[in-house]
């Protein structure tokens, strides 16, 4: 049931790219484990709202440069929507498409009262100085300024967005409305309404169901050989908590390349060459290898926290790693989440896997809201509890079913989603 092709002409919309297809094949894997009515299918296939804004900006050197935004809302039947913005130079209306519809599954599988959005700024951050980077943001904010806020759209960060970022959209927010709106965004510096642990819960959260997931398979964390792809929020992250939990970190890498040694990196001196360097091109004390050869390196645990599209039909074969989990968004294409099931390699999906930074944004925005704030161990627990429910309920249901993890994640998404809509009805 589940294709690649795009709808027919008559039906072909504008989202439909390669990865929103991918995200809606995903879809159509798991509806028929999901028992929901047709109509419900019909409605959730589609985003329920997108815009694309054009941002100009004055560079440093006097001109005027203008770059494509874009914010997609895929469903509101739970909440309001939330998702992250990202800039890059890949951003497209299709890309937030998909990524905004894995955020609604996301957020029905936490059980976090959210449905899923995505956007972003087509830019390389690269080019840009950091005036020019405020200038963009603030502007873009204004013109996203009727789509988002605390009840309606609420964006956090992603790809070469931060809590610096977040401080900014917060600002232009505050000042047009008129009064101080922390909510607006989450993933903020702590000074403004930012939840404690909010920065390290991504990668955390990784950690926390890689964990489970080696308990299911028989096998304890700490000794496992773990190969990281991706070195910022998520990755970075990642490699700390793998690192301090006694697994054996062999490889990192980031999009200058990758490091390997199989006595086990040192990951808090990587971190602070990133610190002081900014990326980890240049570190000499281990071998170099390419982003390539690092997806295949023999290991335990192979943890993809850089980007989508890594892992494909062109390297599924040779991934050697017992168990891959997915710290980004979609980066196992659907052709290689079927060879990695045929060759009985576990992957713990994305909606799962990366689940720990909705759900921490969402204590966050609960926190502001309430204007009352808890500390870091109530955080971490709290989402230790949140991911642990979600992982036992995928792990059942695709123990029952015999589906893979990521039909059976999202089958109970779906059901989350399905079960609200069924309730309110398709207005009118
Ligand atoms: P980031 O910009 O902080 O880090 C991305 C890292 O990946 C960087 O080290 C970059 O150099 C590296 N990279 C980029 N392209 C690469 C390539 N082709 N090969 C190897 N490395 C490459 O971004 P992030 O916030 O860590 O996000 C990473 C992924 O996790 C994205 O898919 C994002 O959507 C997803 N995600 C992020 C969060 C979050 O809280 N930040 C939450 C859920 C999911």
Redesign the pocket.
């Known amino acids: 049931m589940a294709s690649l092709e795009a709808s027919p002409l008559d039906q072909r919309l504008e989202w439909d790219t390669p990865l929103f297809l991918m995200a809606r094949a995903q879809f159509e894997q798991a509806v028929p484990h999901a028992d929901v009515p047709d109509e419900i299918v019909e409605r959730l296939s589609f985003p329920e709202r997108a815009v694309i804004v054009s941002v100009p900006l004055r560079r440093d050197d006097g001109s005027i440069q203008v770059f494509p935004g874009y914010r997609v809302q895929h469903s509101t039947v739970l909440g309001p929507t939330k998702g992250?913005l990202?800039y890059d130079p890949e951003v497209s209306l299709g890309e937030c498409a998909a990524?905004a519809t894995w955020m609604t599954w996301?957020c029905a599988l936490l059980r976090l009262p959210y449905g899923g959005a995505k956007g972003g700024i087509r830019v390389d951050v690269r080019s840009l100085s950091r005036t020019e980077l405020e200038k963009l943001t603030r502007r873009f904010t204004s013109e996203l300024i009727r789509e988002i806020g605390p009840h309606t759209d609420i964006p956090?960060?992603?790809?070469?967005?931060?809590d610096q970022t977040m401080a900014w959209i917060m600002d232009t927010y505050s000042v047009q409305k008129g009064y101080v709106v922390p909510e607006v965004v989450t993933?903020k510096p702590i000074s403004i309404g930012g939840s404690v642990f909010?920065r390290e819960?991504?990668?955390a959260g990784v950690v926390m169901v890689t964990d489970q997931a080696c308990t299911r398979l028989g096998r304890t964390l700490p000794g496992q050989r773990c190969v990281v792809?991706?070195?910022?929020?998520?990755?970075?992250v990642a490699a700390s908590e793998l690192h301090d939990r006694g697994a054996i970190v062999v490889a990192v890498?980031?999009?200058?390349?990758?490091l390997h040694n199989e006595a086990g990196l040192d990951v808090p001196e990587l971190h602070a060459y990133v610190a002081e360097h900014g990326?980890?091109e240049g570190y000499d004390r281990c071998e170099r290898i390419t982003?390539e050869e690092?997806l295949e390196l023999p290991c335990d645990i192979l943890v993809l926290?850089?980007?989508?599209d890594?892992v494909t039909a062109a390297n599924a074969a040779k991934v050697r790693a017992s168990l891959v989990v997915e710290?980004?968004?979609?980066?196992t294409t659907i052709e290689a989440d079927a060879i990695l099931a045929d060759r009985g390699i576990p992957v713990v999906p994305?909606i799962l896997a990366?689940?720990?930074?909705?759900t921490v944004?969402y204590f966050e925005w609960v926190q502001d809201l309430g204007r009352l704030f808890w500390d870091r161990e109530e955080i971490r627990r709290k989402l230790s509890d949140k991911m642990s429910d979600a992982f036992d309920r995928v792990y059942a249901l695709a123990d029952e079913k015999r589906i893979t993890l990521r039909q059976a994640a999202m089958a109970a998404a779906i059901r989350e989603v399905s079960g609200a809509l069924e309730a309110r009805g398709i207005y009118p």
């Not at 890498?253 to 990758?258: M, P, Q, R």
């Not at 710290?327 to 980066?331: C, I, M, R, W, Y």
């Open positions: 992250g990202r990524l996301k956090a960060p992603d790809m070469a967005t931060n993933g909010r819960a991504t990668g792809q991706g070195f910022g929020n998520v990755g970075g890498s980031d999009i200058s390349g990758g990326s980890l982003n690092l926290a850089a980007r989508e890594q710290g980004a968004n979609g980066p994305d990366n689940a720990g930074g909705v944004s």
